[in-house]
């Protein structure tokens, strides 16, 4: 088995992927690569996993554990206690291409039961041990890393299956540690869709979707995941919570509501019921449009969102870099096509590109489609077919692999996303790009994916080559930055990837402390001994932990 540091920050099925030679071409002119820099790779992190650290666990403690779970399902080898030490924030694979690894659990458990699990947190919590459930482990805010060590919970090795499907009321009852592939293909077979298409879809779960608060790529017809959870039963420190599939109560609180967006910090998420969906692929229709400015494509974008005939289900705008990004990786760039619209007034460094897809009821899918072909039309806007929006369908997934042959080149890329409002969405944009276009030799790809009447997100994504021998702070100082001008602007923290440590400093200036106040005021009710996922996720108390250490 390869025990280095590479096989664990590399994406998904850890595929080697070869760079295409447009995006090479690409790299070369945005960034003076010249073909000595693509021979070697930089920071490849191929040396065997070691952690100075050593286990914390009591003997005593480890024996507990392990008349629980199993002599099979506790672990404490350096290379697993690092590879559920850390998720995808780029950080994180930062630090793992260094061979740095400060914040690993002492454990790995995997339990096998609800009971189980209630028996651990049970135990963790009156020996004061830290607790961080673990998913696909997607996450990129540096939500699963173990300061104070303890034991990170997988739940996915037994704990991924569909429990009831409900096709009265249309629901899903699953485990928390099921993958998207797994619970869509089960769904299908019967004739439905869970709707929740995240790009980390293959490798993510349902419980990682609810405790991030995720978003995926059909949000805009379908909801984020918020609006799909039914009911959930989570284990805490301070007893079961288990809420009824009821479609709507006036009981209270929504109890439940409470976790979605917890990052692990309340409890253990085992269970969750979400609505589920008619699945009819042959009825999706699908409409890509080109616009003059990235003004106009959102005025559309606006005006369709608002006008009450129907949502589509994916909506998406790609700013002007990100279109030309596309076209020229794409091989559009100066084809005769590109001319024609070069010609007509639809220029490199302006134009914008838009995607749209309406799923369900034929009648209605046309209906829609045909309404937003009209708002686009009224907007300056020129239908392009279907096809590409089919080519980005098709590419959806893989294209989160670019990254790590990327970072073996020396590049930093990374991702940032925020919600805003239409009032202040193009000064978002317009003030994030200002920022990133000060570092020299940068490509700053902006889209919007995720959409509601009153706003929608923004989604960055940046390149840079690292400063070599600095990466480190130089990524901290950058990345700080954009998240300041971000939020100093109007934009929230997050829209979908969630707080975790990363987003953390800037909870309480952009809440307010009377909300922190709540959600702490909460965190001590639940987890009394501050077990659940501490060391400053959310921006939560730090109150000091008697733990093992």
């Keep these: 088995m390869d025990l280095t540091y590479r096989n664990i920050f590399k994406w998904g099925d850890k595929r080697e ?24 790779k930089h920071l490849p992190g191929l040396e065997q996993v070691r952690i100075d650290r050593r286990p914390g666990l009591k003997p005593l403690q480890l024996d507990f554990i392990r008349s629980i779970v199993g002599d099979e399902d506790i672990l404490t080898d350096d290379y697993s206690r690092a590879r559920f030490s850390c998720g995808k924030f780029y950080g994180e694979l930062l630090d793992l291409r260094l061979g740095l690894v400060d914040s690993a659990p002492d454990a790995v458990v995997a339990p096998g039961s609800n009971e189980e699990i209630e028996k651990i947190i049970s135990y963790c919590s009156s020996e004061h041990i830290p607790v961080i459930p673990v998913g696909g482990q997607s996450s990129v805010t540096g939500a699963l890393k173990a300061p104070s060590g303890g034991i990170a919970l997988d739940l996915t090795k037994h704990l991924n299956k569909v429990l009831r499907i409900s096709t009265v009321n249309k629901t899903v009852t699953v485990q928390a540690g099921i993958s998207g592939p797994s619970l869509e293909a089960e769904l299908n077979s019967k004739g439905y869709t869970c709707g929740h298409f995240p790009q980390s879809f293959e490798y993510s779960t349902a419980g990682g979707w609810v405790a991030a608060r995720g978003a995926g790529q059909a949000s805009t017809g379908y909801g984020k995941i918020e609006d799909m959870v039914v009911a959930l039963r989570v284990v805490t420190p301070a007893g079961v919570i288990e809420t009824k599939d009821y479609p709507r109560t006036a009981q209270g609180w929504d109890l439940f509501r409470l976790f979605i967006g917890s990052e692990g910090t ?115 806007g020129m239908f392009i077919g279907k096809s590409p929006v089919k080519k980005w369908l098709d590419q959806r997934y893989s294209s989160a692999y670019i990254r790590d042959p990327l970072m073996d080149l020396g590049i930093m890329t990374d991702t940032l996303e925020t919600a805003v409002t239409w009032e202040s969405l193009m000064k978002v944009w317009s003030s994030a790009r200002a920022y990133v276009k000060k570092r020299p030799k940068t490509v700053f790809m902006v889209h919007i994916s995720h959409v509601y009447e009153n706003g929608a997100n923004l989604y960055f994504t940046f390149l840079s080559p690292m400063e070599k021998g600095n990466e480190q702070d ?38 307010g402390e009377n909300s922190m106040k709540a959600f702490n005021a909460i965190k001590r009710h639940f987890d009394p001994q501050n077990i659940m996922n501490p060391g400053g996720t959310l921006g939560l108390i730090q109150e000091k932990n008697e733990n093992i250490r």
């Design 474 to 511: 130089d990524f901290s100082a950058f990345h700080s930055g954009l998240v300041d001008t971000i939020v100093n602007n109007g934009g929230s923290l997050s829209h979908h990837h969630g707080v975790g440590r990363v987003l953390a400093p800037w909870m309480e200036s952009h809440l």
């Design 266 to 380: 309340l409890g253990v998420i085992t269970e969750i019921t979400l609505s589920i969906h008619n699945y009819n692929p042959a009825n999706r229709v699908s409409a890509a449009f080109i616009f003059r400015s990235f003004e106009q494509a959102v005025e559309v974008m606006r005006k369709a969102m608002q006008s009450e005939y129907g949502k589509p289900h994916l909506f998406r705008i790609s700013d002007p870099e990100e279109t030309d990004i596309a076209f020229q990786t794409g091989g559009f760039d100066n084809s005769l096509s590109d001319k024609v619209l070069r010609r007509i007034g639809f220029l490199p460094g302006e134009r914008c590109l838009m995607f749209v897809t309406v799923e369900g009821e034929t009648d209605y899918n046309r209906f829609v489609l045909k309404k937003i072909k009209k708002t686009a039309r009224e907007g300056r």
């Design 17 to 40: 992927e070869n760079i295409a030679p447009r995006m090479v071409k690409l790299i070369k002119e945005k960034f003076d690569y010249k073909d000595d820099d693509f021979k070697d």
